[in-house]
Nanobody, 123 residues
Framework: VQLQASGGGLVQAGGSLRLSCAAS????????MGWFRQAPGSEREFVTAISGSGTTTYYADSVKGRFTISRDVAKNMVYLQMNNLKPADTAVYYC?????????????????WGQGTQVTVSS
């Protein structure tokens, strides 16, 4: 399984970005996906997750109401719509896949990781 994240960039505070994650290889529509992020000098932290069916989502409190995760099973894609961005959202964002139907916020539940895409929010 290969995961390719894209869509990062530089945006002003209050702006929006949409990240995409393309999954290739032995991909399974029933597997859960997640987004994590890592700021310089910080540990990787959970952002959001979605179940294989797409019916269950979960968000970190810091992004709730601003970020939305979605998936397109037919295209093997997962998206992260980020609105009202804040400088604190600046980080490298990673998409991840778990071989379970849902990984939630548990880092160790995820078996495959993308290379990350940089998001920088200026004040």
């Amino acid at each position: 399984v290969q995961l390719q994240a894209s869509g990062g960039g530089l945006v002003q505070a209050g702006g929006s970005l949409r990240l995409s994650c393309a999954a290739s290889g032995r991909t399974f529509s029933s597997y859960g996906m997640g987004w994590f992020r890592q700021a310089p000098g910080s540990e990787r932290e959970f952002v959001t997750a979605i179940s294989g069916s797409g019916t269950t989502t979960y968000y970190a409190d810091s992004v709730k109401g601003r970020f939305t995760i979605s998936r397109d099973v037919a295209k093997n894609m997962v998206y992260l719509q980020m609105n009202n961005l804040k400088p604190a959202d600046t980080a490298v964002y990673y998409c991840a896949m778990t071989r379970q139907t849902y990984g939630g916020n548990w880092y160790n539940a995820y078996n495959y990781w993308g290379q990350g895409t940089q998001v920088t929010v200026s004040s």
